[in-house]
């Protein structure tokens, strides 16, 4: 069939700008925060088949007591053959880019091909999945086609596939049973008139994800945790946080509305299964939920624009013509969206030749970190030098070593905001003593001297 193969050529393209993108801000050293470090101790922690200890967190640390993951140590085998943070990368790469199949399939099963691939380019290219492959890696890279090949098989009416598609997101992040449970509810509506069983599963679904919400929030995550609680519900704001910040919330609706849709995805009961994320984040009283940046908007993506070719097809049948216009031209105008925003979006690094050097200082900075620092050491270290260590040495976050004084304290002192490292070392650690044995570009490595 002419066609067939547009969603897997079109994912294959993705895959390689994904993983480009991810591994140049790898090698030009640009991490943006901890989240790499973390993900990838636990992930060598099962490759090693041990408990998933994150000493960045704390020494001894298990991460299922912080966010509960497991899905991660699906990452396991192919990290115990390639052990490196590019390994993580390249992972979300593929999945992200795995996303773009039933999205791009399902509109052009419903669409036709040349539209299909439109809504596949303008979800491809989505400002929400630009921010998270930019956001070095984040477990919610496996919700993402978990969430977008549910909510093909509800456009195809193929309720118990959207089901067993949805319900395996209790295990990639906390939240999101709740979203499980809203695609439930979605397939229960659809369902009523034609399979009256199909609900009473649905709904049994619905009740699957929430509950597993609630016992993974109040009883697994606890379990884990040393103090016994989940730390994150001191994020939630039990008075009015929701009307906090809402210059910033409107903008990010916005974002997520009209350059993707043009608010068409309103009009489907697909986009129900966004409230979950969209409801946690603005009730929160931390800032950093509320806008467009970081990763927090990709699960998102698939559901606006499975929305939105759920939207076209109704709308195709209308008895208003302003409206069969509008629709039979939104899918060209959001692969043009798509396009022209990308280029203030991450993906535009890949058109200047800078992105393909490593540069010199990133070289050097390497060599000064592998020349001090051996295998299996404890290192205490800020940004910058964990990428480079966490896959060979235990890391700890710099000021969190909780009494343990480690072997080594590598320091991004870029900015020069640490005057003088010896004396910052003795405050750290007042019972020991460090001295600088590597400086370079910034970076500086103190040994502990016994």
């Not at 929030?217 to 809402?246: C, E, M, R």
């Amino acid at each position: 069939m002419p066609g067939s193969l547009d969603p897997y050529l079109l994912a294959a393209a993705l895959f390689l700008v994904y993983a480009a993108v991810s591994i140049s801000r790898y090698r030009h050293l640009a991490t943006m925060s901890w989240d790499l470090g973390i993900f990838e101790q636990a992930i060598r922690a099962y490759a090693h088949l041990q408990a998933p200890v994150v000493d960045l967190k704390g020494p001894g640390t298990n991460v299922l007591g912080d966010h509960f993951s497991p899905v991660t140590a699906l990452l396991a085998p192919l990290y115990r053959l390639f052990p490196s943070p590019i390994t993580l990368l390249v992972a979300q790469a593929a999945l992200f880019a795995l996303s773009a199949v039933p999205v791009t399939r399902a509109a052009a099963n419903l669409l036709g091909r040349r539209r299909g691939l439109a809504i596949g380019i303008a979800y491809g290219l989505s400002w929400g999945v630009q921010r998270a492959v930019d956001f070095d890696f984040h477990e919610i890279c496996f919700a993402v086609p978990l969430i977008a090949f549910s909510l093909e098989a509800v456009l195809a009416q193929r309720w118990r596939r959207a089901l067993l598609w949805a319900l395996p997101l209790i295990f990639v992040k906390e939240d999101l049973g709740l979203t499980a449970a809203a695609i439930a509810v979605v397939v229960a509506l659809r369902a009523r008139g034609s399979s009256p069983r199909t609900t009473l599963y649905a709904l049994g679904a619905a009740a699957l994800g929430a509950t597993a919400t609630l016992l993974t929030l109040t009883t697994i995550i606890p379990a884990f945790n040393t103090v016994g609680d989940y730390d994150y519900w001191t994020k939630v704001d039990s008075g009015f946080a929701l009307f906090d910040g809402v210059d910033t919330k409107l903008r990010t609706l916005a974002w997520l509305l009209i350059p993707t849709s043009g608010l068409l995805a309103l009009r489907s009961p697909l986009f129900a299964v966004a409230l979950p994320t969209l409801g946690w984040r603005f009730v929160s009283a931390d800032d950093h939920y509320w806008g467009t940046d970081w990763h927090y908007s990709a699960v998102l993506m698939p559901v606006v624009a499975l929305a939105l070719v759920d939207a076209l097809t109704a709308a195709r049948r209308s008895s208003r013509p302003w409206l069969r216009s509008y629709a039979f031209h939104v899918p060209t105008a959001v692969a043009a969206a798509a396009l022209a925003l990308t280029t203030a979006l991450p993906v535009s690094a890949l058109t200047e030749s800078a992105a393909y050097d490593k540069p010199a200082r990133v070289t050097a900075i390497e060599r000064m970190l592998n020349r001090s620092i051996p295998d299996g050491a404890t290192v205490e270290a800020n940004i910058g030098p964990t990428s480079r260590l966490t896959s060979r040495c235990r890391v700890f976050w710099l000021g969190n070593t909780r009494g343990i004084a480690p072997d080594y304290i590598a320091l991004d002192n870029t900015d020069g905001g640490i005057r003088d490292v010896e004396e910052y070392a003795r405050q750290l650690h007042p019972k020991a003593q460090y001295a600088i044995i590597g400086n370079t570009q910034g970076y500086v490595v103190l040994q502990h001297r016994t």
